[in-house]
């Protein structure tokens, strides 16, 4: 149980296009899903919070109108990178947690690439 | 604001040897959650487990242990009888229980080498 999965694996596009992401939670409902950042070598920085029907929230630092996130429902949450540009290629991951549940399961990650 | 520190960024252990990844953390609050995630290679994050602070029993997984020492901020994990498979990137993290905070702090990472 507890799997996440995010969709494209890879995918990429032309500076200045944007880009969405999905991030579901198969078998479980998920009021609160996670969207991180990782450079190569590097650990996770969490870029928003996104909590099903309102408005996510974002870490210091993290440009909100580039990174556009909707959790629309309780298994689906989406990040749209806006006009990409070839600094925003890095790995996201999506996390949910279940519902008064204290641990976050992980997606499988998205490579993007920006040209 | 809480901090998690890895001070090993590489370890490595022979084939069915046991090694021990440390993990230390800074915090006021005397409940939270602390975890350790696998990344291997395919880059995808496993949880391998958890204690919940106010439990003083260690937790253990199968082959995975940690040794929880509240007062000094520890939370090391154990692997035992390791094997080729445990290579990868062992990320330490914390999440609070107060304030509703939901977010998982993590340490930088270790990573685990596993000879033959």
Same mark, same amino acid.
């Given at each position: 149980?507890?799997?996440?999965?995010?969709?494209?694996?890879?995918? /990429?596009?032309?500076?200045?296009?944007?880009?969405? /992401?999905?991030?579901?939670?198969?078998?479980?409902?998920?009021t609160?899903?996670?969207?991180?950042?990782?450079?190569?070598?590097?650990?996770?920085?969490?870029?928003a919070?996104?909590?099903? *029907?309102?408005?996510?929230?974002?870490?210091? *630092?993290?440009?909100?109108?580039?990174?556009? /996130?909707?959790?629309?429902?309780?298994?689906?949450?989406?990040?749209?990178?806006?006009?990409?540009?070839?600094?925003?290629?890095s790995?996201? /991951?999506c996390?949910a947690?279940?519902?008064?549940?204290y641990?976050?399961?992980?997606?499988? *990650?998205?490579?993007?690439?920006v040209? | 604001?809480?901090?998690?520190?890895?001070?090993?960024?590489? @370890?490595?252990?022979?084939?069915?040897e046991?090694v021990?990844?440390?993990?230390?953390?800074?915090?006021?609050?005397?409940?939270?959650?602390?975890f350790?995630?696998?990344?291997?290679?395919?880059?995808? @994050?496993?949880?391998?487990?958890?204690?919940?602070?106010?439990?003083?029993?260690?937790?253990?997984?199968?082959?995975?242990?940690?040794?929880f020492?509240?007062?000094?901020?520890?939370?090391?994990?154990?692997?035992?009888?390791?094997?080729?498979?445990?290579?990868? @990137?062992?990320?330490?993290?914390?999440?609070?229980?107060?304030?509703?905070?939901?977010?998982?702090?993590?340490?930088?990472?270790?990573?685990?080498?596993?000879?033959?």
């Open positions: 149980g507890a799997v996440v999965s995010q969709h494209p694996s890879r995918v /990429i596009c032309k500076s200045g296009t944007s880009v969405k /992401i999905e991030c579901r939670s198969l078998d479980f409902q998920a609160t899903m996670f969207w991180y950042r990782q450079f190569p070598k590097q650990s996770l920085m969490l870029m919070t996104s909590n099903e *029907g309102s408005k996510a929230t974002y870490e210091q *630092g993290v440009e909100k109108d580039k990174f556009l /996130i909707n959790h629309a429902s309780l298994t689906l949450s989406t990040l749209t990178v806006t006009s990409a540009h070839p600094e925003d290629s790995f996201y /991951i996390s947690g279940l519902a008064g549940g641990t976050q399961y992980f997606g499988p *990650g998205t490579r993007l690439t040209l | 604001a809480q901090t998690v520190t890895q001070s090993q960024p590489e @370890m490595s252990v022979q084939e069915a046991t021990t990844l440390s993990c230390t953390y800074d915090t006021s609050e005397s409940d939270y959650y602390l350790w995630y696998k990344q291997p290679p395919s880059r995808q @994050m496993i949880l391998v487990i958890r204690q919940e602070a106010y439990k003083q029993q260690n937790a253990t997984e199968n082959r995975f242990s940690v040794n020492q509240k007062a000094a901020k520890s939370f090391s994990l154990k692997i035992s009888d390791s094997q080729l498979g445990d290579a990868a @990137m062992y990320f330490c993290a914390y999440r609070s229980i107060q304030g509703g905070s939901e977010k998982l702090v993590f340490g930088k990472g270790t990573k685990l080498t596993v000879n033959p």
